[in-house]
Every structure is written in C-alpha cells, then in structure tokens.
C-alpha cells in the first residue's frame, strides 16, 4: 500500500478530502480487538460515529481504492436511509470508475437505494438487467436475480 | 496539496474531526513491519 497506492496523486487527493485517515499497527490495543483484526491490510470505513460500515481485507490497488472507498460511504448513507447522499456516490462510482470491482454491487446498491427511496420496485429490475448486460458473472447478478420478475 | 496522505494515529482525535467535519473515517490497520 505504501508502494503503490498511497502515494497515487489521486488516492491522496480522494482520501484527504473526503475522509478523515486514520492509521494504526495491527495489534494496537483496543483497537484490534474491538474490530477483530486477523490481517494486515485490513481497510475500514466507519461513519461519524465510529461504527464499522464497509471492510476490505488484503492489498487494493490505486485503481480500485477511490471507487472501494466511495462505496463503502455510499453504503454507510444506505444503511442510515440517507438514499440521495448514498446515490451521490454510488452514481460517481458508476460514471468515474466503471471497470471497477466495485461497480457490480454499486449497480445493485443503487437499484436498493431507488427503490427505497421511492417504494418503486422498476429500479430494481432495471438493476438486474444492466448486471445481466454488463457483468453476466457477478455475484451481484446472482443476488438481483429474483428481481427479474418485476413488472 | 501535497502528495501525501496526512494521517490521525488517534481514534478520539478522528472520531472528534469526523463529527464536526462531517466525513466518514477511513481506517488502516497495517503491519509498520
């Protein structure tokens, strides 16, 4: 990460202005018991409050860390029902960085935040489609499988 | 800007610059080796 990610122009620029970076040695006490931590990387974000909303364990790449990232607070929002902040970076994830690993479950992410937000299910067979389109194997297709029978 | 990450080693610290900032914290737990 030191080698390659971290100094990367634009990972220093996502992170110092979005979030707040926090480092420390693996077996720093209590930290790494209060989130169990069995591997180095191990990679967090945590919303405002300090509670763990997405993990990333092993090496990312400069290339997956700004859509990772943007993930991971895209889900904090979901799972604070703050859909349109969540769709903000779900849908900048989607324009910016489309060949991601992140972007499959984004896509599915956002089908989940639109039809929360409206109670309208069509997002979420438009979400199955464009996973059946563009990523045919994902586990993300898998999961929105169901969702093909939507009307 | 420069081209570095500048990072909190203080989890009150962040904890306390996330609330009144209003950002989400991202946190590494790395091997300083």
Redesign the interface.
Known sequence: ?DAVT??N?E???F??G?????????D?KP??LK?N?KW???????????KE?HRIVGFVSAEEMIPS?LL??GK?YFERDQFSEALMRIERLLKEYPKSSSASEAIYLKGVCQYKGTHNPKPLREAYERLKAEYPESEWTKRAYPYRLIN | ???????????KT??A???K????????????G
């Open positions: 990460m971290y100094p122009a990972v220093v620029k992170i110092q979005n979030t707040i970076p926090l480092r420390v040695p693996f720093a930290l790494s989130f931590i180095t990387p191990t990679l967090i974000v945590l919303d405002p409050d300090g909303r990232l991971g607070i904090s | 800007m420069e081209n570095k990450i500048t990072w909190e080693t203080d989890m962040a904890l610059r996330a609330r900032e209003g950002k989400h914290i991202f946190l590494d737990f790395f091997n300083p």
